[in-house]
Antibody, heavy 120, light 109 residues
C-alpha cells in the first residue's frame, strides 16, 4: 500500500522559506505513470493546487506561485520536495503531498497533510 | 488560472439526488475531459470520487456519477446518505496544472 508522509516544519517566520519533503513508501517514485504533487488548504478554506513534478524533472506550478515555488525530486531517497520562498501569513495552510495519475491528472493518493503556520 | 466556480452549499434529504456544478472556461473544463471530483470530511485528506469526468475508482459507490456539458462539469449523488455529508471539490486539468473549484458543502437534512 502506497504511503506518503510530509515532513513537519512547524512554524515559519514571515519572509523566510518554507521547506517540505514528502517521503514515498510502498512503491518507487520513479514511475512513468505518475506525477508527484503539492496541494494546500488554508484553515477553513478550499483546496489550492501548488504544482507537480515528474520523477525525471519537468516541474509545473500554479502561475501565481511560480516565482516563489521550487519543486524537486530525489529518486535515491524516494522523496520529493517543495520550497516556497518569501512566505507571508497568507501561506499558512495544511500542505498535502500527493500522487497524480498521469494522463487522467487525478490524485489517487494523498499524504495526511501538515499544518504550516507563518508567524513571527 | 482562476478557481472553478461551485455553489457554496447544496442540501438534500436522505434518499434524494443532488447535483453539484463546477463552472470553468474554454481554457480548462471546456477544453479537456480531465475533470475529477474529491470528497473531504472534516479533518481528513480528500478522496477521489470521479475522474476523467465520468469514471469511478474502484470502491467508490455507483451513487456518485459525473458529467460535463461545455464549460460546466457536474457531480450527481443519488440516494443521498448521511455519510455523504462533506465538502466536495472539482479539479480540472489546465496548462500542466490542476485548477480546483471553490468547494461545495453538502448537507444531508
Amino acid at each position: 500500500q502506497l504511503q506518503l508522509q510530509e515532513s513537519d516544519p512547524g512554524l515559519v517566520k514571515p519572509s523566510e522559506t518554507l521547506s517540505l519533503t514528502c517521503i514515498v513508501s510502498g512503491d518507487s517514485i520513479s514511475s512513468y505513470n505518475f506525477y508527484w504533487g503539492w496541494i494546500r488548504q488554508p484553515p477553513g478554506k478550499g483546496l489550492e493546487w501548488i504544482g507537480s513534478i515528474y520523477f525525471s524533472g519537468s516541474p509545473h506550478s500554479k502561475s501565481s506561485l511560480k516565482s516563489r515555488v521550487t519543486l524537486s525530486v530525489d529518486t535515491s531517497k524516494n522523496q520529493f520536495s517543495l520550497r516556497l520562498s518569501s512566505v507571508t501569513a497568507a501561506d499558512t495552510a495544511i500542505y498535502y503531498c500527493a500522487r497524480v495519475v498521469a494522463g487522467s491528472y487525478h490524485i489517487d493518493y494523498w499524504g495526511q497533510g501538515v499544518l504550516v503556520t507563518v508567524s513571527s | 488560472q482562476s478557481a472553478l466556480t461551485q455553489p457554496a452549499s447544496v442540501s438534500g434529504s436522505p434518499g434524494q439526488s443532488i447535483t453539484i456544478s463546477c463552472t470553468g472556461s474554454s481554457s480548462d473544463v471546456g477544453n479537456y475531459n480531465v475533470v475529477s471530483w474529491y470528497q473531504q470530511h472534516p479533518g481528513k485528506a480528500p478522496k477521489v470520487m470521479v475522474y476523467e469526468v465520468t469514471k469511478r475508482p474502484s470502491g467508490v459507490s455507483n451513487r456518485f456519477s459525473g458529467s460535463k456539458s461545455g464549460n460546466t462539469a457536474s457531480l450527481t449523488i443519488s440516494g443521498l446518505e448521511a455519510e455523504d455529508e462533506a465538502d466536495y471539490y472539482c479539479c480540472s486539468y489546465a496548462s500542466s496544472n490542476c485548477v480546483f473549484g471553490t468547494g461545495t458543502k453538502v448537507t444531508v437534512l
